[in-house]
């Protein structure tokens, strides 16, 4: 079975500064790993995904992740924080093996940038 | 840019009736998919849906639930006899390919169903 877990419900980060949201996945053979951001009273807005190759995965928004197999992590990053990222994020976890064409989420993670 | 859309965006419905929600996946999409979020929960996954037919379901997809895609373009989601519980915003959400594939899912803005 495949699973992830956000460890934190909330981050608090001061407009300007990096901000990082954590997860760490579970899943038999190669993971297919995917951030999506939920702004109130939205569905879930695609934000990045690593499939193969390079462990640093660019997307929307300024918005990077960076895959991390020993530590089955796979953090999403930002350089500097907009009071317009306040949202909730979801980690998601996708495997041929075992976990079939689904995504696993995360319980998610508030993040509100403060000025 | 295409989009995965969702009606209605809101639906009551009494205990024990029968409620269907639609959605009109990207139009060159071939996989389909209907996930669930209970209000302050986590995001679950209900069935997905390809070549007419279910690829794989949940434990929470049971004999009350169905999918259906009528005419090629809509795909929905039955719910024969609603239950309290059944309460929640419910997904839609398409892919080009299998999340195996350098694919992702998109999906559509939601119907919160509410039962009462």
């Known amino acids: 079975a495949q699973s992830v877990a956000q460890p934190e419900d909330q981050v608090n980060v001061a407009e300007g500064n990096p901000l990082t949201v954590k997860c760490t996945y579970s899943?038999?053979?190669?993971?297919?790993l995917f951030w999506y951001v939920q702004y109130p009273n939205r569905g879930l807005q695609f934000l990045l995904k690593y499939i193969t190759g390079d462990n640093l995965v660019k997307g929307s928004y300024g918005f990077e992740a960076e895959f991390n197999k020993s530590q089955t992590s796979f953090h999403l990053k930002k350089p500097s924080a907009l009071v317009s990222d306040s949202a909730l994020y979801f980690c998601a976890v996708s495997g041929l093996t075992g976990g079939g064409n689904k995504l696993t989420f995360g319980t998610g993670t508030q993040l509100k940038v403060e000025l | 840019e295409p989009e995965v859309t969702q009606t209605p965006s809101h639906q009551v419905t009494q205990m024990g009736q029968e409620v269907i929600l639609r959605c009109v996946p990207i139009?060159?999409?071939?996989?389909f998919y209907w996930y669930r979020q209970i209000l302050g929960q986590k995001v679950e996954f209900l069935v997905s849906?390809?070549?007419?037919?279910?690829?794989?379901k949940s434990e929470i997809f049971d004999d009350q639930f169905s999918v259906e895609r009528p005419d090629g373009s809509n795909f929905t989601l039955k719910i024969r006899s609603t239950k309290l519980e059944d309460s929640a915003m419910y997904f839609c959400a398409s892919s080009a390919q299998g999340l195996w594939g350098n694919t992702e899912a998109f999906f559509g803005q939601g119907t919160r169903l509410t039962v009462v």
């Open positions: 849906f390809y070549n007419n037919e279910i690829s794989e």
């Open positions: 139009s060159n999409h071939l996989y």
């Open positions: 899943v038999s053979g190669n993971p297919y």
